[in-house]
């Protein structure tokens, strides 16, 4: 059943409706808070606008789930090459016991 999560970030406020368990928005409010955050923190040129900072956060996101995917990938095809292998030891197993 879904809910509606508010939560402050950079001095505003923000709403969603989720159905999804309260430690997963929980999490989610704290990595985007934290990315958000970082992107926000005053560096050499000043403090930057709210909206390059969203977007600067979204860009980190989609690095990290870019990264996520292509090691699931990996993770993924090395698991089927061994799955193959294996299924092919158990054949010839099974072929040398009969």
Do not use: C, H, W
Not at 44 to 72: C, D, M, P, Q
């Amino acid at each position: 059943m879904e809910r509606l999560v508010r939560f402050e970030l950079l001095g505003q406020e923000f709403a969603f409706y989720t159905a999804a368990p309260e430690e997963e928005v929980a999490e989610i409010i704290s990595l985007v808070t934290d990315l958000v955050l970082e992107n926000s923190s005053p560096g050499a040129s000043g403090s930057i606008a709210v909206g390059k900072v969203a977007v600067l956060a979204s860009l980190n996101i989609a690095s990290r789930y870019v990264e996520l995917k292509g090691e699931f990938s990996r993770y993924k095809k090395e698991t089927e090459e061994r799955l193959l292998k294996l299924g092919e030891q158990i054949g010839r197993q099974l072929t040398t016991d009969e």
